[in-house]
């Protein structure tokens, strides 16, 4: 693949875009962030976005009559920015059919546990914690992995293995997960430009 340009899917606070960020802006990201859709207008994610100067758009399929007309938008921008790798941080809509096609095997996601365990539908957010922990697991972790057209499904290409403290909530995990994240994204992605990871 040609140099990696990241289109970066974000939903909410958006600390693993700013890892991403921060890893570019300190050259320790071997890929160029060409932009940030959100589907909320009220993300940290554009925030952080606008305060990098990377063009942010907040795109939501309510805005749309028409499901063509959402995808079509979504493809327009990934278009104008030749993005050739989309990278879904904490991004809570499903990918349109269409976009998963297009870039097959070009989207990863990141998941705060050790797939293919607690994953698959209603697997997002402390939901995923609290599974870990009810089932007793001494460790969990977080996986970088391809989205396909199943919910936690695609081929794990990165993993980070973090322990559970006996006395963890399902808040104090996630707390103690998300840095591995933040730094298994940038290494996955540098792992690709080198082509340690083979996309297709
Ligand atoms: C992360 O835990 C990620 O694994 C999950 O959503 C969370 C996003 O956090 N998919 P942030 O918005 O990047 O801070």
Same mark, same amino acid.
Do not use: W
């Given at each position: 693949?040609?140099? @990696?340009?990241?289109? !970066?899917?974000?939903?909410?606070?958006?600390? $693993?875009?700013? #890892? =991403?960020?921060? *890893?570019?802006?300190?050259?320790?990201? @071997?890929?160029?962030? !060409?932009?940030?859709?959100?589907?909320?207008? $009220?993300?940290? #994610? =554009?925030?952080? *976005?606008?305060?990098?100067?990377?063009?942010?758009?907040?795109?939501?399929?309510?805005?749309?009559?028409?499901?063509?007309?959402?995808?079509?938008?979504?493809?327009?921008?990934?278009?104008?920015?030749?993005?050739?790798?989309?990278?879904?941080?904490?991004?809570?809509?499903?990918?349109?059919?269409?976009?998963?096609?297009?870039?097959?095997?070009?989207?990863?996601?990141?998941?705060?546990?050790?797939?293919?365990?607690?994953?698959?539908?209603?697997?997002?957010?402390?939901?995923?914690?609290?599974?870990?922990?009810?089932?007793?697991?001494?460790?969990?972790?977080?996986?970088?992995?391809?989205?396909?057209?199943?919910?936690?499904?695609?081929?794990?290409?990165?993993?980070?293995?973090?322990?559970?403290?006996?006395?963890?909530?399902?808040?104090?995990?996630?707390?103690?997960?998300?840095?591995?994240?933040?730094?298994?994204?940038?290494?996955?992605?540098?792992?690709?430009?080198?082509?340690?990871?083979?996309?297709?």
């Amino acid at each position: 693949m040609a140099n @990696l340009r990241l289109a !970066v899917f974000a939903s909410h606070e958006g600390t $693993n875009l700013q #890892a =991403l960020i921060d *890893a570019q802006k300190e050259g320790r990201l @071997l890929a160029e962030i !060409v932009c940030v859709i959100s589907n909320n207008s $009220n993300s940290g #994610a =554009l925030r952080r *976005a606008k305060a990098a100067n990377i063009p942010a758009y907040h795109i939501s399929d309510k805005m749309f009559v028409s499901n063509d007309d959402y995808v079509k938008a979504l493809i327009d921008i990934l278009d104008k920015h030749n993005a050739n790798l989309i990278i879904l941080a904490g991004y809570m809509k499903m990918i349109p059919i269409e976009i998963i096609r297009k870039y097959k095997n070009h989207i990863l996601n990141i998941h705060p546990a050790l797939l293919p365990k607690y994953g698959g539908k209603g697997m997002f957010g402390l939901n995923v914690h609290k599974a870990v922990i009810e089932a007793g697991d001494k460790v969990s972790g977080a996986t970088v992995h391809i989205v396909n057209e199943e919910y936690d499904k695609g081929r794990i290409l990165n993993q980070v293995q973090v322990e559970v403290l006996p006395d963890d909530t399902p808040e104090t995990l996630a707390a103690r997960i998300l840095p591995f994240e933040h730094k298994l994204y940038a290494e996955t992605i540098n792992k690709i430009a080198k082509k340690e990871i083979i996309l297709e």
